[in-house]
Nanobody, 130 residues
Framework: LVRLVESGGGAVTAGGSLRLACAGSGFTYSSTCIGWFRQAPGKEREVVAGIYTGGGDMKYYADSVKGRFTISSDDPKNTVYLQMDSLEPEDTATYYC??????????????????????WGRGVGVTVSS
């Protein structure tokens, strides 16, 4: 059974930080394309960041989070993290992680941008107050 479980969400004030975690099981975690997405109330889902696990330097960030968010992978723990610093009220949303198997590192960016991934978590809430 494939599972992706997000954790680490919560409520912070503007300028604060949170670290989200996406723990995966039931599929081959190394050499997998992992993306973070978010959806604010009344808005469409948008891509946040992406990474190709198993080494290499493929990382993707949406313009809105560049310089503030950092994605990383702990492969032995089957976990991808999203470190979120300098949070803004506009970052308030439900955050989802998703995984795509059978993707090569050079196709991961496109797959993340299109949200064309195989497995999705249920999401975790992040609230940033001003």
């Amino acid at each position: 059974l494939v599972r992706l479980v997000e954790s680490g969400g919560g409520a912070v004030t503007a300028g604060g930080s949170l670290r989200l975690a996406c723990a995966g099981s039931g599929f081959t975690y190394s050499s997998t394309c992992i993306g973070w997405f978010r959806q604010a109330p009344g808005k469409e889902r948008e891509v946040v960041a992406g990474i190709y696990t198993g080494g290499g330097d493929m990382k993707y960030y949406a313009d809105s989070v560049k310089g503030r968010f950092t994605i990383s992978s702990d492969d032995p723990k089957n976990t991808v993290y999203l470190q979120m610093d300098s949070l803004e009220p506009e970052d308030t949303a439900t955050y989802y992680c998703a995984a795509g198997e059978r993707l090569m590192y050079y196709t991961c960016t496109g797959a993340v941008e299109r949200a064309d991934l195989d497995y999705w978590g249920r999401g975790v809430g992040v609230t940033v107050s001003s």
